[in-house]
C-alpha cells in the first residue's frame, strides 16, 4: 500500500508554526508546532469516513520533528511524505 501525506503551511510566526495534513486537499486536519513549549498539537482532525486520522497524524507529527531535529527549524510552505 501507496502512503501520501500532504502538508500545507498555514501559518507561522515567532511562537508557533501550523500546517493542514491529510491524504488530499479536501481531507485535512491541522497541527502546529509550540516554538516556546516546544511541543507539537493536533488543532483538528480529519473529518472523514475514508480516511484514519491518527495514521496521518502522526506521518505529519514525525516529519514536523524531522524538520525540528534534522532541519534545523526549516519550516517549508509544502511537503509530502511518500513512500
Known amino acids: 500500500m501507496?502512503?501520501?501525506?500532504?502538508?500545507?503551511?498555514?501559518?507561522?510566526?515567532?511562537?508557533?508554526?501550523?500546517?493542514?495534513?491529510?491524504?488530499?486537499?479536501?481531507?485535512?486536519?491541522?497541527?502546529?508546532?509550540?516554538?516556546?513549549?516546544?511541543?507539537?498539537?493536533?488543532l483538528s482532525s480529519i473529518d472523514s469516513i475514508e480516511f484514519a486520522d491518527e495514521f496521518f497524524f502522526k506521518r505529519a507529527g514525525q516529519r514536523l520533528a524531522r524538520m525540528?531535529?534534522?532541519?534545523?527549524?526549516n519550516f517549508v510552505d509544502r511537503t509530502t511524505i511518500e513512500s
Open 68 to 73: 525540528i531535529i534534522k532541519e534545523n527549524y
Open 2 to 42: 501507496a502512503v501520501f501525506v500532504l502538508m500545507l503551511k498555514e501559518f507561522e510566526d515567532e511562537d508557533r508554526v501550523v500546517y493542514l495534513y491529510g491524504p488530499n486537499e479536501n481531507s485535512m486536519g491541522k497541527i502546529e508546532y509550540d516554538k516556546r513549549k516546544k511541543v507539537i498539537n493536533q
